[in-house]
């Protein structure tokens, strides 16, 4: 099993700045790919970032390319998001997951942190 813990969350106004982070532990050499995803109110869990675990490539969703950052500790024990230049529309639950694959589809994934809380103000 591998277990991830979100943190990182909380408020912020528009146009700030958050650091999400999830700590990995337990068996971590399962792992393929380490990705992000948010779940808006009352809309479904989307594809947020994605990094390749293994040679740290790294794929966004349209709407956070140049905004956010995925990256690691070189440890691989843990793994950020930076969140830059927030709207309200950012305004969610972010969970970080793993995969046992090599994928970017939410339903391949294996493992789900608890989620933090990113509440945007305008």
């Known amino acids: 099993q591998v277990h991830l813990v979100e943190s990182g969350g909380g408020l912020v106004q528009a146009g700030g700045s958050l650091r999400l982070s999830c700590a990995i532990s337990?068996?971590?050499?399962?792992?393929?790919?380490m990705g992000w995803f948010r779940q808006a109110p009352g809309k479904e869990r989307e594809f947020v970032a994605a990094?390749?675990?293994?040679?740290?490539?790294?794929y966004y969703a349209n709407s956070v390319k140049g905004r956010f950052t995925i990256s690691r500790e070189d440890a691989r024990d843990a793994m950020y998001l930076q969140l830059d230049n927030l709207t309200p529309g950012d305004t969610a639950i972010y969970y970080c997951?793993?995969?046992?694959?090599?994928?970017?589809?939410?339903?391949?994934?294996?493992?789900w942190g608890q989620g933090t809380q990113v509440t945007v103000s305008a």
């Open positions: 997951a793993s995969a046992s694959t090599f994928t970017i589809q939410q339903a391949s994934y294996n493992y």
């Open positions: 337990g068996d971590t050499y399962t792992i393929y790919t």
């Open positions: 990094m390749h675990w293994g040679v740290g490539n790294t």
